[in-house]
């Protein structure tokens, strides 16, 4: 097991009705900015809810941030939030609202062009930052308890991530009954992102940092969303689903499968490049190249692969390379039991895209994934088996 520090400030507030603790939650003196997505909140009640439970409080809102927030959106609501001195800010959305509010409650506070921290996550680090607060409506990203942000910017064609010591939420209300307006297509990238989050830190090669405990809870957040998927449908979705979807989701990702163990990532940032060059939804890039990296990688992550088979589908038949199989198509095939397309082709997209992404990697010198192991040539790789 790896040496760690664990912290996560963020207080959970979960539960039906729980939006209208938000006035004893945030100080009674705030300035608050309420940011706001593309409208889904005007349409399930929610945003009344907020409004009522801040009736007598000082606030102003922000609306537009896009699914994956975009940087000249939120540099407006910057330049708002520092012309009206405000001093607490109220994400009500999905991850984009989230990572989008942690934006701009960094750049609030920074001098030089706050796109460095995209550029330079060093500069980000402990990066000052106005006191945040998220009420979550979707469940995927974790980041209602996280400190991760993904900004993308358009004009360049990129989607990059920072985290700050600083923007963790000072709390999350969690209120299951806000994600039953979610069409199927948010749900399915939901469940894709957080078994993608549970893989990332749980399907390494295991030279380094393992640990039995966060194995065993791993597979735990992967067997949940194996079982409440059909049980997610927009027509009948249950309080009790919704509510272990939502609990689940943030658990993908607030740092408690992290403790002690390896981790790649590598996913996340072929999907990111995936997202800014083609903008498909940001689970639909990770149900495209999971599968992939795990047949590319497959012997490096051999002994975690089998583990992964076995205990989480019951693949006990075969041998290790059969085994192997059936767990990367038993990964394919609950992605599109969600009705979520697994194939570059299926998005028409080919091998120029391919070809741009291992260039991007290698003009960064990125070599991603647990030690640097995906290099750009793995990258290219991965793509093509995912075309
Ligand atoms: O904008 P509105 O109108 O609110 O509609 C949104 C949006 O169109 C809609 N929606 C949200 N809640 C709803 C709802 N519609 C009906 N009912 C509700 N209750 O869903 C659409 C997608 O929302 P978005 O916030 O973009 O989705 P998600 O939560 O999946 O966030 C995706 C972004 O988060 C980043 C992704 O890269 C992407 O930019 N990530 C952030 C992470 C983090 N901070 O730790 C980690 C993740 O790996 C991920 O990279
Ligand atoms: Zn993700």
New binding site residues.
């Given amino acids: 097991m790896n040496n760690f520090v664990f912290t996560n400030p963020t207080k959970l507030v979960f539960g039906k009705g729980q939006i209208a603790r938000l006035a004893k939650l945030i100080p009674s003196d705030a300035k608050i900015m309420i940011t706001i997505?593309?409208?889904?909140?005007f349409n399930?009640g929610i945003y009344n809810q907020v409004v009522d439970a801040l009736k007598g409080r000082d606030w102003v809102e922000f609306r537009g941030i896009e699914?994956?927030?975009e940087f000249e959106t939120l540099m407006k609501a910057v330049e708002e939030a520092k012309e009206k001195e405000i001093d607490f800010l109220l994400a009500v959305?999905?991850?984009?609202?989230?990572?989008g509010t942690k934006f701009i409650a960094t750049a609030m506070h920074y001098e030089g062009d706050p796109w460095d921290f995209l550029l330079d996550e060093r500069k980000a680090a402990n990066a000052k930052a106005t006191t945040l607060a998220t009420v979550l409506?979707?469940p995927?990203?974790?980041?209602e308890m996280?400190n991760?942000?993904?900004i993308?910017r358009r004009a360049y064609g990129e989607?990059r991530a920072f985290h700050s010591a600083n923007t963790f939420p000072l709390f999350s209300i969690l209120d299951p009954e806000?994600?039953y307006?979610?069409?199927k297509r948010?749900i399915a990238?939901?469940i894709v992102?957080t078994f993608a989050?549970t893989l990332e830190q749980y399907l390494t090669d295991g030279t380094e940092g393992s640990a039995m405990v966060m194995d065993r809870w791993a597979e735990g957040l992967l067997q949940t969303l194996i079982d409440i998927a059909p049980k997610l449908t927009v027509e009948r979705m249950s309080y009790d689903a919704a509510a272990n979807f939502m609990l689940t989701a943030t658990m993908g990702?607030n740092g408690f499968v992290a403790m002690g163990v390896e981790q790649d990532w590598a996913t996340?940032m072929i999907g990111?490049e995936l997202?800014a060059l083609h903008s498909l939804d940001?689970?639909i890039t990770l149900a495209i190249v999971h599968p992939a990296l795990m047949d590319v990688m497959r012997e490096e992550k051999r002994a975690k692969l089998l583990q992964y088979g076995e205990r989480v589908f019951g693949i006990k038949e075969g041998s290790e390379e059969q085994r192997i199989d059936k767990a990367i198509q038993a990964t394919e095939m609950f992605y599109r039991s969600l009705g979520v397309k697994t194939r570059l082709s299926e998005h028409s997209i080919g091998e120029s895209t391919v070809n741009e992404i291992v260039k991007r990697f290698t003009d960064r010198g990125w070599r991603v994934g647990e030690r640097g192991i995906v290099t750009p040539e793995k990258v290219g790789e991965i793509l093509r088996k995912a075309l």
């Fill in positions: 997505g593309g409208g889904s909140i399930n699914p994956n927030p959305g999905g991850g984009s609202v989230i990572d409506t979707l995927a990203t974790g980041s996280n991760g942000s993904v993308s989607k806000a994600i307006s979610l069409p948010q990238n939901g992102d989050h990702l996340h990111h997202t940001h689970g």
